[in-house]
């Protein structure tokens, strides 16, 4: 069975300070991996995707995830938090073709203080 | 602008009533997925229709129904509400064979 485990349920960092948001997945076959962000009240929006390509994958606003399959990780950081970085960040996975639905971490609220 | 539709954005709802959450995409897309999402729970699947005229369970189906329109809409009904209903609800579209999943912005759902 497929599933994925967000390891923290909150991070507090200060403004400047690097950001790591961990997730481990577990999966059957090879899968995708995506993080998916969420500001309060508001819709999903992704972050990066990972699909068998590149290891080292960068998405949007400085955010970056490394495929690491030894370790059935795919951990989320940032060099510099910003305030604007303070959401909730979701992992997610996925396996297969047409059809194939997202499989949610339950999520990691990340808190950045000034 | 191209994307997902929800409607309605709010509703309040007393238990036992019905109502049914309306979906609609315009990027062609065949997938359509109906997510619940929770407090400390992530979004979980609810029921999701891999092309026209297929649908399938998910995770949580109990308690809700669901139709596939046509390519464009998939729509969501719960018969009966519960307090336990109580959430928010994201609909998504995928193109087949890809990875780009587009959300709505999502229903909220409150059941006294």
């Known amino acids: 069975a497929q599933s994925v485990t967000q390891l923290d349920s909150h991070v507090s960092v200060s403004e400047g300070t690097p950001v790591l948001l961990r997730c481990n997945y577990s999966?059957?076959?090879?899968?995708?991996l995506f993080w998916y962000v969420q500001h309060p009240n508001k819709g999903l929006q992704l972050l990066l995707k990972y699909t068998s390509a590149a290891t080292l994958v960068k998405g949007i606003n400085g955010f970056e995830a490394e495929f690491k399959k030894s370790e059935t990780s795919f951990h989320l950081t940032k060099p510099s938090a910003h305030m604007s970085d303070a959401a909730e960040y979701f992992c997610?996975?996925?396996?297969?073709?047409?059809?194939?639905?997202?499989?949610f971490g339950k999520g990691t609220t990340l808190s950045v203080s000034s | 602008n191209a994307g997902v539709t929800q409607t309605p954005k709010f509703q309040v709802l007393k238990t036992g009533q019905s109502m049914t959450l309306q979906c609609a995409q315009d990027?062609?897309?065949?997938?359509m997925y109906w997510y619940r999402q929770d407090p400390g729970m992530g979004l979980r699947l609810i029921y999701y229709?891999?092309?026209?005229?297929?649908?399938d369970k998910g995770e949580v189906p109990n308690g809700y129904n669901v139709s596939r329109l046509n390519k464009r809409e998939f729509s969501l009904r719960l018969e009966s509400a519960a307090p336990s209903q109580t959430s928010v609800y994201f609909c998504?579209?995928?193109?087949?064979?890809?990875?780009?999943?587009?959300f709505g912005s999502g229903t909220r759902l409150t059941v006294v």
């Open positions: 999966s059957s076959y090879s899968p995708s």
């Open positions: 997610v996975l996925t396996q297969g073709q047409a059809g194939t639905a997202l499989i």
């Open positions: 998504a579209s995928r193109e087949g064979g890809s990875y780009g999943y587009t």
């Open positions: 990027m062609n897309h065949n997938s």
């Open positions: 229709s891999a092309s026209e005229g297929t649908t």
